[in-house]
T-cell receptor, first 110, second 115 residues
């Protein structure tokens, strides 16, 4: 899972399997959450977002689940592909900016 | 195409030197942000600006300065007072709101190295 810390959690999956990346957020007042994907040497790219009035949102091959009770967010990637290999960040909104976790490195094995 | 452009992609700084990182956006976004990213860590906020001619310090503003003279531009200067400037710097922009309720668009980053 992901948390703000000094090491980068890693997840290794086989191509074609489903991936689940977890995130524990810190502020119970946060009401908007985003998952970003960052490839090596590049800026983060928006994947999917969710607001606190929802507990699930689906995109193309991705699903975000939000559990406000335990302040937990997850990103599910279906049929993981080699191009999905990257670092994935969750972000929660604050008063003036988004707050980012340390990220999880996803490696897809062919 | 609308987007956000950072330059240069790589930058080398000598000890005691100030350097300026460029960030330009044509998305008509009011808010712009500078983040620093170190290996194995998340993004830490340096400065942000919600409107032209106004900006606020983030969590790690010491040793950095910014300006926001135009809506499209938010340059970051890394001064000699920043003792450990080697990092990956990311600029982002978004629509402004009472809270951070809009997703960011990020630039491709500038990797700064002290030589």
């Amino acid at each position: 899972g992901e948390s703000v810390g000094l090491h980068l959690p890693t997840l290794s999956v086989q191509e074609g399997d489903n991936s689940i990346i977890n995130c524990a957020y810190s502020n119970s007042a946060s009401d908007y959450f985003i998952w970003y994907k960052q490839e090596s040497g590049k800026g983060p790219q928006f994947i999917i977002d969710i607001r606190s009035n929802m507990d699930k949102r689906q995109g193309q091959r991705v699903t975000v689940l939000l559990n406000k009770t335990v302040k937990h967010l997850s990103l599910q990637i279906a049929a993981t592909q080699p191009g999905d290999s990257a670092v994935y960040f969750c972000a929660e909104n604050g008063d003036n900016d988004m707050r980012f976790g340390a990220g999880t490195r996803l490696t897809v094995k062919p | 195409d609308g987007g956000i452009t950072q330059s240069p992609k790589y930058l080398f700084r000598k000890e005691g030197q100030n350097v300026t990182l460029s960030c330009e956006q044509n998305l008509n976004h009011d808010a712009m942000y500078w983040y620093r990213q170190d290996p194995g860590q998340g993004l830490r906020l340096i400065y942000y600006s919600q409107i032209v001619n106004d900006f606020q310090k983030g969590d790690i503003a010491e040793g950095y300065s910014v300006s926001r003279e135009k809506k499209e531009s938010f340059p970051l200067t890394v001064t000699s007072a920043q003792k450990n400037p080697t990092a990956f710097y990311l600029c982002a922009s978004s629509r402004a709101g009472a809270r951070a309720n809009y997703g960011y668009t990020f630039g491709s980053g500038t990797r700064l190295t002290v030589v």
